[in-house]
């Protein structure tokens, strides 16, 4: 099954700044998806990021807050922009696999 | 829309006996698939088993299998011989068929394993 290298695997960021998370795949994936998963919380679904169009929104999340880029079949970025103390979560990327889904280890973003 | 229901946040186990974990979702699609995954501390999501709504068999994985109820919309897990390495956040989450979508996932069960 595929492997994610995720990067930053933590950061702590002062507010009204922007951070860019980088998922990098080991094989070539068509579908990738971003997580937030809240302190304590499930996972809830960003969006998901197909290579070669634009990445489609979840209600509750935009475009302006959340730009995502899939350059290639292999990577993907998340931006988190203007961050504000409610953005601190773990951030996953995930890929769509064979056999179900493979996520990336995490991004612990805290904002300060 | 669709959801899932984890009714247990937290559940005990000794070591070497038996646990289930619950799950219900709701959803009107008749093909979907069903999903159990766990997340140790490291944060790394792990697929324990996977089960497509068409097949009437009960998915299992070595320790692990699963008891899937179409009609009740019921999808637990049984974790058999619980080991000190199954102790995890266990979510159950749902996709609906087609494969052009994320998981949505259930709050998650806390699985203690008391040595």
């Known amino acids: 099954s595929a492997v994610i290298s995720q990067k930053p695997s933590r950061d702590i960021c002062q507010r009204g700044t922007s951070l860019t998370i980088q998922c990098q795949v080991d094989?070539?994936?068509?579908?990738m998806f971003w997580y937030r998963q809240q302190p304590g919380q499930s996972l809830t679904l960003i969006a998901t990021?197909?290579?070669?169009?634009?990445?489609?929104?979840e209600s509750g999340f935009v475009i302006d807050k959340f730009p995502i880029s899939r350059p290639n079949l292999t990577f993907s970025t998340l931006t988190v922009s203007n961050m504000s103390p409610e953005d601190s979560s773990i951030y996953l990327c995930?890929?769509?696999?064979?056999?179900?889904?493979?996520f990336g280890s995490g991004t612990r973003l805290t904002v300060v | 829309a669709q959801t899932v229901t984890q009714s247990q946040p937290e559940m005990s186990v000794q070591e070497a006996e038996t646990v289930t974990l619950s799950c219900t979702y709701d959803?009107?699609?008749?093909?979907?698939?069903l999903f159990w995954y766990k997340q140790p501390p490291s944060r790394q999501m792990i697929l324990v088993i996977r089960q497509e709504a068409y097949k009437q068999q009960n998915a299992t994985e070595n320790r692990f299998s699963v008891n899937f109820q179409k009609a009740a919309k019921s999808f637990s897990l049984k974790i058999s011989d619980s080991q000190l390495g199954d102790a995890a956040m266990y979510f159950c989450a749902y996709r609906r068929g087609g494969g052009a979508d994320g998981l949505t996932f259930g709050k998650g069960t806390h699985l203690i394993i008391q040595p």
């Open positions: 094989s070539q994936v068509t579908m």
């Open positions: 959803t009107s699609e008749s093909d979907y698939y």
């Open positions: 995930s890929a769509r696999v064979q056999d179900g889904y493979t």
């Open positions: 990021a197909n290579q070669g169009s634009e990445a489609t929104y």
